[in-house]
Structures are given as structure tokens and as C-alpha cells.
């Protein structure tokens, strides 16, 4: 069998890693070029000492005339920004692109502009009119067809899941959504901070950001077209309220959702079959029936987002809970389920990973 | 100086163990009997081995012929339900007392059974028209006088401390409030459980409880009672959505509380005056004005509740993240704060404790 | 192809789990039976979510009658002295076992007494003659022909590998070895303590069973045979000295091993060469070359025993530093490699397992 | 009462803050500068939000012509190295100095350069004449005329008190001692690194400096002394085997030590005895009789050293646990120990600090 010639630009970040840590085992898929402004010249198992015996290649710098030729799929996990440049040049080339960054996230240039300060350039606003947003329970069959994909946020990926159906089935008020959510720290990266500092950090909690949060308009492109149809543009579209905060955990995200339902809402009984018929053809999501409540743990180390929920009949709201580990479902694990489907493999090859506890 | 002679029945819980830790230093004390159901017999330092040189005490069983003669204040840390009975005999022997369970803290007895699922009797029903709820921040002139002192719940402490100022002056609306709390694992008690168990918790989070638990009707009292004043029973008041979180981390409460805000409301600059101002007499609450944001490592170790807030004009709501100690603002230090008012001793004595980080 | 029919005895206990959590993924075996003594009759997705869509089957109580006609190799992860009597059952029915107490690790009956305070019975005893200790970078060749492995314990496994080219090449004075080894909580395996439980282990460490923890004798029997050659029963063999510590983490063991170098000492270039020879082998030993040292995130998740030295001419003594997870190298997945060995797989198969950090 | 006054050079990073929280609360002492080289300029609490509402101080440079006149006594906590030419001009002026670096506490200079790659210079060597190595339990009585105290190392703290009794009474064979301490990451100091990034140090642990870390020599120097008597200098002194261990928590030193017995050795009663008596004058050492062993929570947020034993007949060793927490006793708590103590305050004032946990 041929195997797909696949490399990562980025690749020694805490989602470049575990790209390689996944596509390292990944059957169909042969590991061409793993590029790292940092460690380029290094061994992948002189920075990934766990890495030892798995793979041996040696990393290098971001050199598109090298990689490109040996590439047929690339996943770029660059900084915001930074990607805008580069994905246009390998598309040109004729190789299929994930993009882990939120550059091409947003439909709409002008909304990218406001929330990450920086502008679309030509090229890349022409993208934008092809590039599909990879959350594939939601997107499968244009993803099939995609040259470039746009992987979604992690903070996103955990909300839009969890709330979809009941956006979708309008069973909810589209406004006055709260999204409260909590990430391990591996979702604020490598680079060093004083806040990330294990000392500062353990045995420490606090909210971040707490207004104006870029996954922010993420989150809203994709419930407003869930509820409004068509690809609105979000321009008279949903708002959220969004808090994100960091838990002293390694992996996971649990975004707990309040919703307005609407006045004839149905049973947690309905619900939960809405949920189950909705998300029928996704391996990756488990719908929890009430009382049973999905936790972090259960999806840690696994491309999985488990979604539970109950109805709060004092207040006439439905709290969802949602779960994912951030770096998998909430990046590489989606990154890889995403090049699964553009290059017609089983949806879940190479995923069907080891729960960690 | 003539020390207050202060008892403590149930002192090997976690809260029951604070109270102890902190009673050990406070200059105005002295510590006559420390009761426990599972330890008695036992030297204190043989259960606390971290005490040992600091209290040279045997526990004793709860036997309130032999503790009650010797005391004058006493600390209730027993389980909800059991405070119902034990609570009215010491007070009738003419000992005041500060109790930290649920039981005396809901002024409607049919509240306190729909949501305790136990009736009050005759005796201690009739203490209900008495007892004061012992937030000092809102009923400071009440405690002074008061023979029984109802110590809050610890969610409850981080939630009506964070909002009190907005209801109380009005600034936002009293319904739909949502509070989404996060707790150390310290709040959950120390009997054991699987779910507590070290390697189920750590690296784990999840909500609990998700739909009704026992510190709903508590929030709802105060709110309504701050906003629409009277001792009103919450009969028609204020409903909230609240839901916990387990966060592994021993110690601390981080709630985080969404409310709408009134059309003509006012900006950061005004809110964090109205702050100042209620809090103005109030030694351990600190507000922090936008954009710094309380942390959970600001307050661990002390008596703390810290606030900050943030105004969300795309929804027009209002954020407020509010951090307590679960241990000491939200159990053993407000008792102890609670006592010192009792008794006449400065707010702050024996509670300016070294923060543990 | 026809897969073996295997079962787990034992299945919920933190190394069954892992057992069935590695056997899912399994391409060469069948999952047939699950006990449990606690859950029995529950789906195994009610006691462990992470694994719901991953196997659809009912946990049973321990029915050998029922279980064995339809296995041909069980893992048997049962509390110590228990296989005893149900381990020679199965091998009388022509089953396989991989046995992960330690009921048949000692080759002497009376060493098992004297540590285990239980007797081996007849028909134990006569297995003892027969059992291979399940070190497959020792005992590769027997491992291969066996019907009775007996998996070794965490600690010795990261202690006998860490130290066996020293002992075996004569490198070191038999005597005077020290051994300090820090284990994750998992480890302490699933039974509610007070110890164990979250707040209390926490921000904590301690060493425990300090003098007389049973894994001694494993140890020493190994390393005697690795020394003085033979089945030597350990009479007049090494003994060590042996600390185990809780570290409050989930898995993973670091011993730090100290010997004394015999005089003509190699230089630590030709040390590690000989390790490399050692174990060339091995896929699941990494040796280190100085100054890199194995942390334990190099091996959480995997099979993998990575190993690093240091010489300290100083006092004229070697340093190793040895880690495994305790869960897989150290339990289940030794456990799993044992029964490739047996079973004619590939060593490796099921077990490139992903790093989990 | 007049208070002392006295300042903090380098306030703010771990041990410098704690001194801060120590001093906050200690009644014969008036704080009057704290500098900080970071965060000159800003007010103590927006660098330390814990701290708001305890001192109203600003942060400055070190300016010693500001600092000096005001101050009667002042703590160095500065890198190692830079100590060597601030304190005797602070000790010129007629300031006592407690000295938190490790500049004065090796009383050969060549040992100091040998192991510290810097050379004394003629001022800083006259005052190593006149420096007291700052442990009370074993120099109170030159602490109290000492105008220069070089405060210990938090390994050596935790090691030193840990066996002196042994040595002391030559209890124990003098070579081949082999210490493995564990400690919580706020050992390893503030500045930032990738191996102190919460999620590399998180569920995890290792080995660090495994040959030739710095505190050796200091450990070596006063084992030395109390073996062999005199200020010998340790050119045939002890030579020790020291592995320190990085490990997820953060306060905490837990030192193992391994020490040989000699043939004639007492009963592990006897030798408990011997401890009690050595430190029955010294209020921070709690010795627990075997089979008790301390664990780091017992002093974790406290002054104390902890100190179990056990006698492994089999191999004819004592093994000694000692616990300390590495911010306090071995660092800023043992600091205000010897400020006491030189000022002739009680020695515990201010140090009845409240354990953590």
C-alpha cells in the first residue's frame, strides 16, 4: 500500500507533537518532513527523548522548497499569523493543508481583522471563499473535498459540539448563551511565562482574558449558522458570553453551557435522543444520558468529545457539559480525523488512542 | 488577660482542623475541649502529626455534660442534620455558638426541609427567629449580639460577597443570574470515596451536583434578601443557576458569576467605587480594580474573599470572579471572624495568616 | 486470521484496566471474558466511560467454568495469595496464564512464607518448578515456551533492569546496594486510604513500608542469579537495602540505585556500551548515554524501561536512574509483551503505545 | 517597644518573598526597605496581590546608601556570587546580615571557588573568619554573637539535622553515607525554564545534577565537624553520595539517608532516645519514634524539620528520613530563626506559622 507522504511544519510544539505522536503510528501515513524554527538540526529524540526508537528523522527549518516536493498533505501548526504567508504558497504547489492556526477560521476577513489585529492579504482572502472549517461532525462532506482546512479551536471545538444540537433543532434562545470553560495548561503553549510557571501555577486557578477572547468569534460563526442556515456571516448572528480559565491539569477542556430553552422544550428523555440522532455518524462523539456526566479523564489521551447535559426546570435553562482533551479532539487528534477524511481513509485511522488514566 | 474558653465538637474534619490551627495562635483563646466521633482517645498530634508541639490535647467523645460546663463559646463542626439537635442544648446551658453546618442557616423551615430533606423540631425551629447568619460583611451589628451564629456554606461566601454591592444598589437585574463554581477538592470533605480517591481526581475535573445542590436556597436567601431587602423569605425572590466543578487543587473556591446588567448602567470606573465603598469597613474582602483579576493563590492560606469584575458590553452583562479559602473564608476562618465579633475581640485577631504561596 | 481468545481476570483494579485498554487495541487478540468482583454484571462502559464505544461487554463474576472453556491465555491480576489456589485451575485446563501477583515470582516456598505470611499448597508448589519469571529481557527463551509466567512486581522490574548488565558483567560489589525508587499513586493501587485520598496526598510525599516491603525478595533473587549465576535460591545471596516513596503524581516509578564500583572500574563510555550490548535485543529498554538522564514523562503511557547512569568518582560508586510507568512496564503491559512472547507475536505488537505527555 | 529594623535585599523572588510574609507578621520587627532588581518602582502588593492590605510598601533598587541608614539588620537573598562583595559593606556600616546565598557558608575558600567557579576576594575572605554557619540547632550560642550568619542550604538543612546525632555520637561508619532528597519545584528558584513549565513538570519527576551539585561541599563541611570535631576544614573529611530529585509539588524537601552502623550499634529505642536529647533545647525539630515517619505535609507552611528513622537489620544500615519545607526552615523561616536569635527575640517569634495543609 502507498502510503500518504505527509509532513508537519511546526512540529515541536505541544500540537506539532502530538501531530508526530500520532502519525507516528498512523498506518497509511509515512512521515516526510518535520520542520521546527527552534530545534531545527536536532534529532526529533534529542527534544522528544519519549520519541526514542519511534522515529528517526532529524528536524529542520521551514524550507518550502524542500518540503513541498516530498509532501502531498501538510499540517501547519504555526503561530496566528504567521500562517496567513505560508499555507497560500503550499495550496499553490498542489498540496492539501490543515491548518492548526485561526487564520483561516473566520469566514469573514473584516472579523478576522478586528479580533487578531492583523489583515488578510489577497491571496489569502481568496482562500477564504474555499477554505472549510474542520469540525467534520459538522462538515464531513465539504471536508472530503477540501485542499485546505481550516482546524478549529480548541476552546471552540468543546462549545460548538456541545450545543449544536439544540442550536440546530432551535430548541434553545440564540442569545444569552454563557459559555463557561476550563483548560488544562497545555491550551496556553510552550512558550515560558511566569504564570506557567509550575509554582505559579499549581494549586492555583484563575479566569483569563476574560473579555475578548479571539475563539470568541469562532464560536459565534458557526452557532449563528447553525441557527440562522446558510453561511451567514454572523453579521446580526449569536452572541456568547465567553470565559475561559486555567485549571492546574495537564490535557482537557470542560466547557459547562447555559442556555435559555425555549418555552415548549422538550424532555431530557427527547433531548437525549436529538443528541444521539444528530451525532449518529460521528465516532468521535459520545452523548452521556442524564444523570451521567462526562468528566475529563474519560476523553484525556483520546480524540473524543463527550457531551452530557440536564435541564434546570427552576430557571428554565439547560446546562451542557462538554469535555474534550485539548490537544487531540481540541487540535491534533481533529487535525488528523480532518486529513482521514480529505484523503478518503476510515474516519478514525490512527485514532483509536489509549485512554491516559 | 482572661482567655474566652472555646470548645470544638467535630474538630478533625477539615474545617474542624482549620478551626484548630487557627485557635492554637489566636492570642485571645483558650482551647478547653476538642471532641471527634472517629479519633477520640487519641492525642491531637497523633491524628495531626503537623501539630505535634503545638497543642498537647487529648480528643475527646462528644459528650456535652463534660464539654459545656468548661466552655463559653463553642464550635459546631458537625455533619448537616446532626447540628439540629446539638446545637439548641449548648445554648441552653448559656454557651454561644458558632455552627458550621447547613442547619440554622435557611430562616424558612420548610426551605430547609425541602432541600435538607429533614424537618426542624419544635425547639430548634423557634431558634430560627434568632439565630443571625454570619457573613460579617452584611450582618456585622446582628452578629455582635448574637448567642447562635449560623456560619455560610463556602460556595455561598464566594457568590453573595461577590455580588452583594450590584443587588444591593440595584445595578443589575435580580433573575436570571448564573454562577458557575470551581472548588478544591478540600470542599468535597474527607470521607473517602472513589471519586476523591487520588489518581480518579488528579488530572480529572468535572461538574457534580449539577441540578440542585444544598447552597442554591442559601445564595437565593441573601441575594433576595439584598435585593429586595426585609428579612423576606425568598418566597417570590431570586432564583439562580449555579453549578460546582471539582478542580484538583486542595484548597479554594473561584466563582465566577454572570448577571445582566441595567440599561443606565454604570462604567468599571463607577462599579468598582460602589465596591470600595460597601466593603470599606470590611477587613478581608479586597476588591481589585479592572483589569486585575483575583486568583485562587491571592487568597489560599488566609481569610480572604478577593473580587474583580469585568463589564461585557457586546451582551451587556456583567462578570464577577470572586476567590475564597473553602477552608477559611468559607468555613473555619469565617467562624473564627465570627466568634471574634461575638466576643468583642478585634475582627482580624488570630486571622492575619501567613498566604501559602 | 483466528485471534487467541484471551480473558482478564480481574479486569477493573488499575492493571486489569490497563490490560483491557491495551487488548482492545489489540489486532492478534480476542477479548472474551472480564471479571469483576466488584461491578460484575455491569457493562464495562458503566465503570469505565473513557472506554464507551471502544468494547461492548459485560463485566462476569470469577466462574472459571464458565470462562475457561473459552480461553486460551488469561491474565490473571488478582490480590496476592489469591492466585494460589486459582492460577493451577487454569493451567490444568491447558490454558495459558500470565499471572500479575505475586504468588509464583519466588522460586523458593519458604522465601514466599517468610515475605507473604501464606503457604503454598501442593499443587502451587509444583508449578513453582515450572513458572517462568516474566522478565522477557532476561528470560526471553523460557518466556517463549512457558505455560505459567509470573509477571514480575513495578519496582523490581525498574530496579533488576536498571542495574542487570552491571551485576551480570560483574562491574559492581554485590553487596551494599542501595535502592530508592519514588512511585506515582497508582501504584497504591484502587482501595480507599485516607493516604490516598486527594487532599491528603496532594502537595505531599512520603516514604512508606521503609524496612520489609515484599518486592525485597523479588529483587534479590533476580539479582543473585544475575551475579552468582544458576537458579541460585538467594541463600547466601545479595541483599539489598530498599525504599519505596509515594510521589504525588498518577504513574510512574523512578529508582535511583547506588552500587559501589569494583576498582578496576570501566569509564562510563565503556559502561554504557555495555548496556547498549545488553540490551540490543530489547525494544523495550532505552539506555541513556551520560550526561542524559530518563525522566519519567519520557515513559508514562508506554512500555517502554529507560535507563541513565552517572558514575561519582568521588566515592567511587555508580549511580543508575531507572523509570518505567509502573502501570505498563511495570503491570499490564509486560504483561501484554509476556503473552506476544509466548503466543509467537511480535514482541511489540499492541504495544507502540503513545507517550502520554 | 522599639522594633527592629530591618530591610530585604531581594524581596521578591521565592525565599525573599516568604521573608517578606514572615516579617509582616512579626511584632518586634519594623520592615524598611525590600528592593527588588525586577520590580523597583512598583507598590509590594501589585507584584504580590496575596499581600494587599498587609504592607503599603513600594519596591526599590539597591541603592545601599538608602538602605543602610535605616536599616539595624537586613537579609541577602541574592544569587549566589553576588552576596561575596554586598554584605561586608552592609557589615562596614554596623548592619547585621543574615545572608541567604551560599557565599559564606563554606569556610575554605578554595573549597568555595572549586565548587563555585569564583574566587572570595580579600574582604569577603577576612569575614569567613568571623561568619557562623546559621543552623541553631548546632551553633545557637555563636548565632547569638555573630554579626555575619550565613544562612544554610534547604538540602543541607533537611541532611545535616537529619543525622547529626549519629555522627555527633559516632553512632555510624563516616563514609559511604548516601543521601537521596526529593524536592517540591519552589527549590529550583523563580526564573523560567522549559523544565519548569507546568506541564513538563507536572506528572512527572526526575533526577537532576546527579554528580557535583553545589551543595555538597556544605553538607560534607559540617558532617565533618560533627564526626571528627574542630572547625576541621574537611581535607580528610566525610565524603558524601547527594542525588537531589525534582518532584511535582511545590513546597518540600524530603531527604533519605543511608548510613552504615557500626557493629556495636543501639536499639532503634536508644537511639530514638539519643535524638530527643541531642534536640531537646531545639523547638524546630520534632523526632517521631519509629514505626511514626514523618511526610512533608506535617511541615509544609511551618519552620519545623521532621526526623523519623528505621534500623534494616538485614543489611546492618539506619535509615533516616528528614522533612522540611525548603522555603522556611531551609531557607527564609530559618533566616527570622537566626534574626531571633542575634537580636535576642525569643527564637520561635513569629515562626508559629500555621501548617498548610
Partial sequence: MKKLKVSVIGSTGYAGKELVKILVNHQKVELVHLTSSTFAGKKLAEVFPEL???????????????????????????????????????????????????????????????????????????????????????YYQKIKKAFLVANPGCYPTSVILGIAPLLKCKLVEPQGIIIDSKSGVTG????????????????????????????????EQELSNLYFGGDSQNKEGIKVSFTPH?????????STCYLDLKDDHKSEMEIGKIYQEFYQDSPFVRVFEP??????????????????????????KIKIISVIDNLLKGAAGQAVQNMNIMSGFPETCGLNLTPTN
Fill in 291 to 316: 444523570p451521567n456526566l462526562p468528566e475529563v479523564k474519560f476523553v484525556a489521551g483520546t480524540n473524543y468529545c463527550d457531551i452530557g447535559f440536564k435541564i434546570d426546570n427552576r430557571v428554565g
Fill in 52 to 138: 526514542l526508537g519511534r522515529l528517526d528523522i532529524r528536524l529542520i527549518d521551514m524550507d518550502l522548497e524542500l518540503i513541498a516536493p516530498d509532501s502531498e498533505l501538510i499540517f501547519t501548526a504555526l503561530p496566528h499569523t504567521v500562517s496567513l504567508e505560508i499555507v497560500p504558497k503550499l495550496l499553490e504547489k498542489g498540496i492539501k493543508v490543515v491548518d492548526l492556526s485561526a487564520d483561516y477560521r473566520l469566514k469573514d476577513p473584516l472579523l478576522y481583522e478586528e479580533w487578531y489585529k492583523k489583515s488578510h492579504n489577497q491571496i489569502s482572502k481568496d482562500w477564504l471563499s474555499k477554505v472549510v472549517y474542520g469540525l467534520p461532525e459538522l
Fill in 188 to 219: 496556553a503553549g510552550k512558550s515560558l511565562s511566569l504564570g506557567l510557571h509550575f509554582p505559579e501555577c499549581n494549586e492555583n486557578m484563575k479566569a483569563y482574558k476574560v473579555i475578548g477572547h479571539s475563539h470568541i468569534p469562532e464560536i
Fill in 246 to 254: 486555567l485549571i492546574p491539569l495537564n490535557r482537557g477542556i470542560l
